[in-house]
């Protein structure tokens, strides 16, 4: 009996640790979103016709710095722009992927006065595919 216990908590706990994989994706334009969350992190995919490339990953990180967060059912990727590795950031672009909405929103700010100053946005309706 103890062994049975042992085995089925083992199997939860294991289950629980996976991500849990989308089971339907957010199609913006020419790209396609896709979206693995778990219970302590996820990742996201963009999907081209080009190829797959991870989803708000920096390219170079003396630069560009990236956050990657989930909340609820929006994904939101920040990324700073640096002149070097050890300076303030003095640019930063906020992309949200909002799965209720279907909108992807792109923010672009700049760092003046000690204060980030909206300088663009866009927001493109997108649709679920399953």
């Known amino acids: 009996m103890r062994k049975k216990m042992l085995?089925?908590?083992t199997g939860l706990l294991?289950?629980?640790i996976m991500p849990a994989r989308a089971d339907d994706s957010l199609v913006c334009g020419d790209t396609t979103f896709d979206v693995e969350q778990g219970f302590v992190?996820?990742?996201v995919t963009a999907v081209t016709a080009t190829g797959a490339t991870p989803f708000c990953v920096s390219d170079n990180q003396a630069v560009l710095t990236t956050t990657l967060?989930?909340?609820d059912q929006?994904?939101?990727c920040v990324t700073l722009h640096h002149l070097s590795?050890?300076?303030r950031p003095l640019a930063k672009q906020l992309w949200?992927?909002?799965?209720?909405?279907?909108k992807?929103?792109?923010y672009d700010y700049l760092f003046v006065d000690g204060v980030w100053h909206l300088q663009g946005e866009r927001h493109e309706i997108c649709k679920i595919t399953q």
């Open 14 to 16: 294991a289950l629980m």
């Open 41 to 43: 992190g996820g990742s």
């Open 69 to 71: 967060s989930f909340r």
């Open 74 to 76: 929006e994904v939101w």
């Open 85 to 87: 590795s050890d300076s």
């Open 7 to 9: 085995a089925i908590g």
């Open 96 to 102: 949200v992927l909002n799965r209720l909405s279907k």
């Open 104 to 106: 992807l929103y792109h």
